[in-house]
């Protein structure tokens, strides 16, 4: 099967930074979007701003992706909302904290796990029956060049960026065959709502980006534009996206002009 013109795209993490602009980006293209998160006022908002201006169908429902009954409802509403699913578009993901190892609490710890690996794979699992049922789909998940390098302070974010190259590099062995392409966005600097969520503080978190151009959200949703042009035969694994002003991928050579 080709590529429909107009595809039934799932987003996770849509009610902020990434999955947002993406949202923004793919909307006006007449293509249908089913939007995900836990902040249901951000959706909410976000789904009715979006249908003002969309040809295709957009629909919002709250989900929180460690949960695997979330997630289940979740993709059985945007089924029920859309009649099937073509691309899977895992945004949901979030790091906390800068704690060494020797120190992260069971909180941080567990978060980031349950979020960023076991949510992926909740979030796979729920939905790829239906891309496989579809005919045509893919597969897009946000991982990090914290899945490529690491640094002090990061080891349980980067394991679980680590975490998603594999699971991004099995799923592509386990759907060979199948009419489903396997990419991972790696981000570098991308300014979201990321560090404040990671700091639990503005200031520390504006500090992340001082003098320097990271990217935007906006960035990353034209590159996931352009992976949906491609043509059929064509698959890009990985895709390492940073700031010109971020030499390195752990953020250690950045130019800043202030
Ligand atoms: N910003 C960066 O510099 C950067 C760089 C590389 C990779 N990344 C990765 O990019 C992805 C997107 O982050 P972002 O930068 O766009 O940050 P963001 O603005 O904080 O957005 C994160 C999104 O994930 C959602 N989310 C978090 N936990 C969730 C859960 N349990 N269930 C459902 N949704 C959940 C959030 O929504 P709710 O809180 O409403 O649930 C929000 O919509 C993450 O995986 C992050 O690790 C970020």
Redesign the pocket.
């Known amino acids: 099967m080709r590529r429909p013109a107009k595809l039934n795209i799932l987003i ?9 602009a993406c949202a923004r980006a793919l909307a006006p293209l007449g293509h249908s979007l089913v939007l ?4 249901a006022d ?2 909410k908002k976000l789904q009715k701003e979006l249908s003002k201006k969309a040809s295709g169908k957009i629909v919002a429902k709250t ?4 949960s695997t009954a979330s997630v289940k409802a979740f993709t059985a509403f945007g089924l029920k909302s859309l009649g099937s699913l073509n691309v899977v578009l895992a ?5 906390r904290g800068l704690e060494p190892i020797e120190t992260i609490t069971d909180d941080e710890l567990e978060e980031m796990v ?3 690996v076991e ?1 992926l794979v909740k979030t796979l699992r729920a939905t790829l029956p239906h891309l496989k049922k579809s005919g045509w789909g893919y597969v897009m998940a ?5 899945g490529h390098a690491v640094y002090e302070g990061g080891g349980t ?1 980067c394991a679980t ?1 680590h975490g998603v190259k594999a699971l991004m590099q099995t799923l592509r062995l386990e759907l060979c065959g199948h009419n489903i392409r396997v990419t991972s966005l ?12 990671r700091f639990k503080d503005k200031s520390r978190a504006q500090k992340v980006y001082q003098g320097m151009t ?2 935007t ?1 906006q960035d990353i949703a034209t590159c996931v534009q352009w992976l949906l042009t491609l043509p059929e035969h064509v698959n890009i694994d990985e895709m390492i996206i940073k700031p010109l002003d971020q030499a390195s991928h752990t953020g250690a050579k950045v130019h800043r002009r202030k």
């Open positions: 996770t993490g849509a009610s902020s930074g990434m999955g947002e995900g998160a836990r902040s951000k959706l989900v929180d992706v460690q945004c949901a993901g979030l790091a349950r979020t960023n949510g946000i991982g990090s060049t914290a974010y960026k790696d981000p570098g600097m991308v300014e979201t709502n990321f560090s404040v969520v990271p990217l959200g």
